[in-house]
């Protein structure tokens, strides 16, 4: 079990029978009364945003999590199709259990997938992929000094604000926290 004095970001707990990770937390020590913790929680099966006080020295659960390093194969359907990278077995995931991390798959990379209690419940991308740019305006000759940007369609269908100097057919860093466009790769 995890104390309150444990409690950091990202870290994974269990109510209820549900796994949680701490978006957000902070120690309380109010005037009067007792101390406490307030948190910010995000359900890791269903995405919900919650936010609950804990006295401070309440404990919580350890959650029933495993992950597994696997690479994303391809969509069928409305289920993406993954491959353990040790035994080579192969998951279906739905949709609805990725969120936003669908932007960001292409064929062959790599994932680290979340499972609780022995069920996929989502993945955890790398910090950065490597997506090309397969639709995008022309930039204008010499308008680069103000530093604007110009939408582009990259080819997992996420669109993201780049340089003007960006072109088709160009490959890009973009970063998984944030959706930005970094640099060129």
Same mark, same amino acid.
């Given at each position: 079990?995890?104390?309150?004095?444990? +409690?950091?970001?990202?870290?994974?707990?269990? @109510?209820?029978?549900?796994?949680? #990770?701490?978006?957000?937390?902070?120690?309380?020590?109010?005037?009067?009364?007792?101390? +406490?913790?307030?948190?910010?929680?995000?359900?890791?099966?269903?995405?919900?945003?919650? $936010?609950?006080?804990?006295?401070?020295?309440?404990?919580?659960?350890?959650?029933?999590?495993?992950?597994?390093?696997?690479?994303?194969?391809?969509?069928?359907?409305?289920?993406? %199709?993954?491959? =353990?990278?040790?035994?080579? =077995?192969? @998951? +279906?995931?739905?949709?609805?259990?990725?969120?936003?991390? %669908?932007?960001?798959?292409?064929?062959?990379?790599?994932? #680290?997938?979340?499972?609780?209690?022995?069920?996929?419940?989502?993945?955890?991308?790398?910090?950065?992929?490597?997506? $090309?740019?397969?639709?995008? $305006?022309?930039? @204008?000759?010499?308008?680069?000094?103000?530093?604007?940007?110009?939408?582009?369609?990259? $080819?997992?269908?996420?669109? %993201?604000?780049?340089?003007?100097?960006?072109?088709?057919?160009?490959?890009?860093? @973009?970063?998984?926290?944030?959706?930005?466009?970094?640099?060129?790769?």
């Amino acid at each position: 079990m995890y104390s309150t004095a444990e +409690f950091r970001r990202n870290l994974k707990i269990e @109510i209820d029978g549900k796994p949680f #990770t701490i978006v957000e937390f902070q120690h309380v020590k109010p005037g009067k009364g007792g101390a +406490f913790v307030r948190t910010k929680l995000k359900n890791l099966e269903t995405g919900q945003v919650l $936010e609950q006080t804990f006295r401070s020295g309440a404990k919580v659960d350890i959650p029933d999590l495993e992950e597994k390093n696997m690479q994303y194969l391809y969509l069928d359907g409305d289920q993406y %199709v993954f491959m =353990d990278n040790e035994n080579y =077995d192969q @998951i +279906f995931i739905a949709a609805d259990y990725l969120g936003d991390a %669908v932007d960001y798959f292409k064929p062959n990379i790599d994932v #680290t997938v979340l499972y609780f209690n022995g069920k996929p419940i989502g993945v955890e991308l790398p910090i950065t992929v490597n997506l $090309e740019v397969t639709q995008t $305006e022309p930039g @204008i000759k010499g308008d680069t000094a103000t530093g604007a940007t110009k939408l582009a369609t990259l $080819e997992s269908g996420l669109s %993201v604000q780049v340089p003007l100097f960006i072109e088709e057919g160009d490959v890009l860093k @973009i970063d998984t926290r944030s959706g930005e466009y970094m640099e060129r790769a």
